[in-house]
């Protein structure tokens, strides 16, 4: 059944729910490789940047920052009714941030192309984990994705205006963001900088003490080959950072492990443990809506 847009154009908010692609994908593991890199792209927008700089916890709260975020994710994604209310609970927390940046330029936090950004490169980046870590979305999958996309960002009362009505829009909306919007920005220096030396998570043993050096050049390691290696190369170029073939072919062989290691595990076990339970419906943080089946995987 064709829902009838009302007077206006704006689409009602309606949560997504079983049998919609991006919950098939959101809370995948392999979907946390993506993340890195999504926060790249976010904070390389000025206007995003500026507000992360000064008034988030980026380089002082990495892991709770984290923490924070994913529960937020469970919320407006696997929520149902609970994502509404997430939503709005997000448009309030970032109603003060605003300022004036390091250029002289004002900012705002709910800025509608800035907002919209940081919603367009979240659809972005579920293809693009999907495209390298695991089967790429056929055109009829991507469509759905990027409607459900749209559908998510009436959740998160990002304005209609600023969502590009079709994925042929979208991709063009996306390269001139990135040849003429995006930019070096303080906050992404910032994250490359904890990407690289990430700091110790909170919780950790002490008897990991000794070997915590080691760990995080490891992690580090591994979190900037994501990071980098996953991002459009005008990107990685306007963040300066070099990419070696050596780089590359430590990310192919990565990619490769992730795939074929995806492939074996039992479904439970693809997926984060909050997410496996909304799935299965042991555990549900709101009575999501059923959403139309989309095109199989």
Do not use: K
Not at 204 to 232: K, M, N, S, Y
């Amino acid at each position: 059944m064709t829902t009838i847009p009302p007077a206006g154009g704006r689409m009602p908010p309606v949560p997504l729910g079983p049998g919609s692609l991006m919950w098939d994908i959101a809370g995948e593991y392999r979907a946390l490789l993506i993340v890195p890199s999504a926060l790249l792209l976010q904070v390389a927008h000025p206007m995003v940047g500026a507000a992360v700089s000064r008034h988030s916890a980026l380089g002082s709260d990495s892991w709770g920052r984290a923490m924070r975020t994913g529960s937020s994710m469970l919320r407006y994604i696997y929520g149902g009714p609970l994502a509404l209310a997430e939503g709005e609970r997000l448009r309030a927390l970032h109603r003060p941030f605003r300022g004036v940046d390091e250029h002289g330029r004002t900012y705002h936090a709910l800025n509608g192309a800035a907002y919209a950004w940081v919603n367009a490169t979240l659809f972005e980046r579920y293809a693009t984990s999907r495209r390298l870590f695991g089967r790429p979305l056929r055109p009829a999958q991507l469509r759905c994705l990027y409607a459900e996309s749209q559908q998510l960002g009436r959740v998160l009362q990002v304005p209609e205006r600023e969502m590009p009505p079709t994925v042929e829009e979208f991709r063009r909306y996306f390269r001139d963001m990135i040849l003429h919007r995006l930019t070096n920005t303080p906050a992404a220096r910032t994250l490359l900088d904890e990407i690289r030396r990430p700091p110790r998570p909170p919780g950790l043993p002490a008897g990991f003490d000794a070997a915590w050096p080691a760990l995080r050049e490891a992690l580090g390691r591994t979190a900037h080959l994501l990071a980098v290696g996953t991002i459009p190369p005008e990107v990685r170029e306007l963040l300066g950072e070099r990419w070696t073939r050596t780089e590359q072919w430590e990310f192919n062989a990565l990619a490769a492990a992730v795939r074929a290691g995806h492939s074996i595990l039992p479904e439970r076990w693809r997926y984060m443990r909050e997410v496996a339970r909304v799935r299965s419906g042991e555990f549900r943080p709101g009575l999501p809506t059923v959403s139309p089946p989309h095109p199989p995987t």
